[in-house]
């Protein structure tokens, strides 16, 4: 694809590679940064594309090569891909091999029956619509956002493999899969010659599943990665809400994060949490992201950001000695699942 005149007036950062280790994903060859961003919240026209631009920028700059997307994110839909479309032409194009760009499709984004779902004519539609948003002509990897029970599993699977074996993506990832269904989808995608790469799941202190229901095992056994998001609990395992919620903060703002998460239940563990991060001379974002990534079989942790201050902060979380096993247990005492979430 050409990216049309290019205004060269960003250089990224010579040492970007000197700061964020690469983890392997399962299996295959790829290696992903052990942060990648994701433009889920606050990378639609509800912020200012200036800052969105700086962030995406400041995160390259920082050794993370990998963005993700998905038809969804907005507001409204797709206006978060179509915002990394822009800073893609007039910023990233010089380093599109450097990148690993991923969308999703399958969560509904309109009333239409080919607008939701697993199904070959929703999932295909969705992936000529985000390489035109991003203005890419293929994405790294392209997901299923989420399982769809009301769909057979080898039509799904089969538009996926369908998309790379077109050259509109590279490797294929699903995401919010149970672990039966993941294992089921990793089979089926082998037979297809095109192995599963990774799965996106919810992984953080306050929301355990992953290590509970066997999908982390699930991802070693069949060799597939676990790139796993919100590991902030998008924001409550930070000390920012321990006194109240601070304006323009996701628990203020967005629909996605009720205000009511922030209890006394909460705001005791939390509290706890922080007791254990300060002991270590961390902050408890930087022990939460350390500690989704104790886990080899986790290959990325996926952050969302509102400023590059909050990018540099989290980002020294691989600074600190690796916990002992008394640290974990502590841990453990408070990053009860469910904390905080409505779960
Ligand atoms: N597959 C799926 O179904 C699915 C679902 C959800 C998310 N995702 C992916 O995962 C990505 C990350 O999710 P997430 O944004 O929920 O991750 P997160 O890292 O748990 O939360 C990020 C948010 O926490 C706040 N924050 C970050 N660092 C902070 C710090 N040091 N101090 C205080 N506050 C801080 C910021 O929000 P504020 O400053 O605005 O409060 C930031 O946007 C998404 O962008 C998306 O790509 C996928």
Same mark, same amino acid.
């Given at each position: 694809?050409?990216?049309?005149?290019?205004? *060269?007036?960003?250089?990224?950062?010579?040492? =970007?590679?000197?700061?964020?280790?690469?983890? =392997?994903?399962?299996?295959?060859? *790829?290696?992903?940064?052990?942060?990648?961003?994701?433009?889920?919240?606050?990378? $639609?026209?509800?912020?200012?594309?200036?800052?969105?631009?700086?962030?995406?920028?400041?995160?390259?700059? &920082?050794?993370?090569?990998?963005?993700?997307?998905?038809?969804?994110? #907005?507001?409204?839909?797709?206006?978060?891909?179509?915002?990394?479309? =822009?800073?893609?032409?007039?910023?990233?194009?010089?380093?599109?091999?450097?990148?690993?760009?991923?969308?999703?499709?399958?969560?509904?984004?309109?009333?239409?029956?080919?607008?939701? $779902?697993?199904?070959?004519?929703?999932?295909?539609?969705?992936?000529?619509?985000?390489?035109?948003? *991003?203005?890419?002509?293929?994405?790294?990897?392209?997901?299923?956002?989420?399982?769809?029970? #009301?769909?057979?599993? /080898?039509?799904?699977?089969?538009? @996926?493999?369908?998309?790379?074996?077109?050259?509109?993506?590279?490797?294929?990832?699903?995401?919010?899969?149970?672990?039966?269904?993941?294992?089921?989808?990793?089979?089926? &995608?082998? /037979?297809?010659?095109?192995?599963? &790469?990774?799965?996106?799941?919810?992984?953080?202190?306050?929301?355990?599943?992953?290590?509970?229901?066997?999908?982390?095992?699930?991802?070693?056994?069949?060799?597939?990665?676990?790139?796993?998001?919100?590991?902030?609990?998008?924001? !409550?395992?930070?000390?920012?809400? !321990?006194?109240?919620?601070?304006?323009?903060?996701?628990?203020?703002?967005?629909?996605? &994060?009720?205000?009511?998460?922030?209890?006394?239940?909460?705001?005791?563990?939390?509290?706890?949490?922080?007791?254990?991060?300060?002991?270590?001379?961390?902050? @408890?974002?930087?022990?939460?992201?350390?500690?989704?990534? =104790?886990?080899?079989?986790?290959?990325?942790?996926?952050? #969302?950001?509102?400023?590059?201050?909050?990018?540099?902060?989290?980002?020294?979380? @691989?600074?600190?000695?690796?916990?002992?096993?008394?640290? *974990?247990? @502590?841990?453990?005492?408070? $990053?009860?699942?469910?904390? #905080?979430?409505?779960?």
């Amino acid at each position: 694809m050409s990216y049309g005149p290019v205004d *060269l007036t960003y250089t990224a950062a010579e040492q =970007r590679y000197a700061k964020v280790p690469y983890r =392997r994903s399962g299996n295959s060859g *790829l290696d992903l940064p052990a942060f990648s961003f994701g433009l889920w919240q606050k990378f $639609g026209t509800d912020y200012p594309f200036a800052t969105q631009r700086e962030i995406i920028l400041h995160a390259f700059d &920082l050794g993370i090569t990998h963005f993700d997307n998905a038809d969804r994110y #907005g507001p409204p839909h797709r206006a978060a891909q179509k915002n990394f479309g =822009r800073v893609l032409a007039k910023d990233l194009a010089p380093y599109r091999d450097e990148l690993i760009l991923s969308t999703k499709a399958g969560n509904p984004i309109g009333p239409s029956p080919y607008l939701k $779902g697993g199904s070959r004519k929703s999932l295909l539609t969705s992936l000529e619509h985000s390489l035109r948003d *991003l203005g890419t002509d293929y994405v790294d990897i392209f997901y299923h956002h989420s399982p769809d029970l #009301g769909t057979p599993l /080898e039509e799904t699977v089969g538009a @996926l493999a369908g998309a790379v074996q077109q050259g509109k993506a590279l490797y294929i990832g699903i995401s919010n899969y149970l672990p039966d269904r993941a294992h089921e989808a990793a089979e089926l &995608l082998r /037979e297809a010659g095109v192995p599963l &790469l990774i799965h996106q799941a919810r992984y953080s202190i306050y929301d355990r599943r992953p290590e509970q229901n066997g999908l982390l095992d699930t991802a070693r056994r069949d060799g597939f990665g676990a790139i796993v998001y919100s590991p902030l609990a998008q924001g !409550l395992l930070t000390d920012k809400y !321990l006194e109240r919620i601070p304006e323009g903060a996701r628990a203020a703002d967005s629909t996605f &994060l009720s205000p009511d998460a922030i209890d006394e239940t909460y705001r005791r563990r939390t509290a706890e949490l922080n007791k254990i991060a300060a002991a270590r001379g961390q902050s @408890l974002a930087q022990l939460a992201l350390q500690w989704v990534l =104790r886990r080899p079989e986790v290959t990325s942790a996926l952050i #969302g950001a509102s400023s590059t201050a909050q990018l540099d902060h989290n980002l020294a979380a @691989l600074e600190f000695p690796e916990f002992t096993d008394d640290e *974990l247990a @502590l841990i453990d005492e408070h $990053g009860i699942h469910g904390t #905080g979430l409505n779960l």
